[in-house]
């Protein structure tokens, strides 16, 4: 099985597969995901936080230049 393939909880808000270790995202903890489409991103995001029942804080922000979006898992 090829390591492009997207998996469930992979997003790509700029058809740029991110991976993310959703396991190891724990209550109190953030991720910076850099992007220039942050609605698609929050979007994706926010489906699969809904899915494993985490609650999430997001803010679009700019991070060392970058665009993009930070979220925080709350709970």
Known sequence: MSDKVMK???????SVRIVIDWDAFTV????FIPCVDTSKAKEQVKKIALRKNY????????????LGIRFWRTA
């Not at 469930?8 to 700029?14: E, L, Q, R, S, T």
């Not at 109190?28 to 991720?31: D, E, K, L, T, Y």
Request: charged share 30%; hydrophobic share 45%; proline share 4%.
């Open 8 to 14: 469930v909880d992979d997003i790509a808000p700029d």
């Open 28 to 31: 109190g903890a953030s991720m």
């Open 55 to 66: 609650e999430i804080l997001d803010k679009i922000c700019v991070e060392n230049n970058m």
